[in-house]
């Protein structure tokens, strides 16, 4: 809880995770890790070599989030910092990386102290700006299963505002989503909102793209294949009586398979066109639907190995305190480490958070707790920390059982 305090009390925000990772780093190498610092920026790699057999990849992340903390606790983050677009902003570990550090260190602790009941090779990994879904790739792209081991096997936990704490949550298979951002810029004609005649309103014609975009998931995919196209934002225009000659939509898109993701993108494209094409729009005044190559990927859970897992934490903690859920839309960037390489056998699973009273309160009178990323999202620490380190740890010695 020293830790852990300290972590959250200073929290970093994405790809500045300068402290946090020297700190962690230093706890390493006094349990005897080999420890490389600044891998795809400020990532960092503690490797325990330990005899012959697999590789086992234990990874946390590091990144705050730009939010003002509003806990209230006595450990509160009080840190101002400036994010890559320049704005300065209070910083907060409201998506509770910072439990998933010192589970890390906790799992770290375990298993250097039982180094002679594990054989293999143990790479527990610190990750930067995963909530910019770029670190896995930058720890990646800097030589993670070159200039150190492939693991067989990657585990990773993320706490749960939407669970007790200390309950074990895993889903078999797809688990997180893809996460893309999507911008259609829709052109029009400009004019006197007096004389429509004369304009081609982009306001009209965005309002429609919108609505047929509805179509999308509820009439061209399979209803047994998810997903999700939220337009998040609307903008056009400045006065009554002018028609705009602009309007701008800002959207998220989420799906599981690759095929789906570019069925949807390909749609939305599709009917952008459609639309226009429709208002009578001329050809050199299309909409413009840009998207970026580098998306969040959605997170495959090896379905036999998470279920074995599953089984080892249910055996330790009991079967109540391990629960199948259902996939979620929300997004990880943990997912990118199997994509690199299929071969690898990956888990990530949830450690609930909330207080078991304020749960048992939630279920009664059906209020709305804080999520992830909330400004009030307070989990109680001690209980997903121990039980992310002893998950971890259980996993590892099973996985590397001499
Ligand atoms: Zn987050
Ligand atoms: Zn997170």
């Known amino acids: 809880m020293k830790v852990y305090k300290d972590l959250h009390q200073y929290p970093e925000l994405s790809g500045q995770e300068v402290n946090s990772a020297a700190k962690l780093a230093k706890e390493a190498r006094k349990l005897g890790f080999d420890v ?103 720890m990646l792209n800097d030589g993670l299963f070159k200039r150190f081991p492939k693991p067989d096997y990657a585990l990773a936990f993320h706490n749960s505002s939407a669970a007790p704490a200390g309950e074990i949550g895993y889903t078999a298979g797809y688990t997180l989503a893809n996460v893309d951002s999507i911008n259609i810029v829709v052109h ?98 299309m909409p413009e639907v840009t998207y970026k190559k580098e998306y969040t990927p959605s997170t495959w859970n090896d379905p036999d190995f998470t279920r074995q897992m599953a089984g080892v934490f249910a055996e330790h903690f009991g079967a109540d305190r391990v629960k199948e859920g259902k996939p979620s839309m929300a997004g990880e960037d943990f997912g990118r480490y199997y994509r690199a390489d299929n071969s690898i056998k990956s888990m990530i699973f949830w450690v609930g958070g909330v207080p078991q009273e304020i749960w048992d309160e939630a279920q009664k009178n059906g209020s709305k707790l804080p999520s992830l990323h909330s400004p009030f999202w307070a989990p109680q620490a001690d209980k997903v920390v121990a039980t992310g380190a002893e998950a971890l740890t259980l996993a590892t010695l099973k996985l590397l059982k001499k």
Not at 81 to 87: I, L, N, Q, S
Not at 240 to 259: P, Q
């Open 36 to 138: 490389t610092e600044k891998v795809g920026g400020t990532g960092v790699v503690a490797l325990m070599k330990n005899g012959p057999g697999p590789v086992v990849m234990i990874r946390a992340d590091m990144d705050g989030l730009p939010v003002i903390e509003q806990t209230g606790l006595d450990f509160a983050s009080k840190v101002i910092a400036t994010t890559e677009e320049g704005m300065e902003t209070g910083v907060m570990h409201a998506c509770g990386h910072d439990t998933h550090m010192t589970g890390w260190l906790g799992a770290a602790r375990q298993l250097a102290a039982r180094k002679n009941e594990w054989s293999g090779t143990l790479m527990m990994i610190l990750q930067p700006a995963e909530e910019r879904g770029r670190g896995a790739r930058d």
């Open 188 to 285: 029009g004609v400009g004019g006197h909102g007096a004389y429509p005649q004369s304009t081609k309103d982009p306001i009209v014609l965005a309002s429609r793209i919108v609505s047929t975009l509805q179509t999308l998931v509820s009439r061209e995919l399979d209803p047994q294949d998810p997903a999700v196209v939220t337009v998040g934002s609307f903008q056009a225009g400045s006065k009554h009586n002018i028609i705009s000659d602009k309007a701008t939509l800002l959207l998220t898109v989420r799906s599981y398979s690759d095929a789906t993701r570019q069925q949807i993108i390909d749609g939305i494209t599709r009917i952008a066109k459609g639309e226009a094409i429709a208002a009578g729009i001329p050809e050199d005044l």
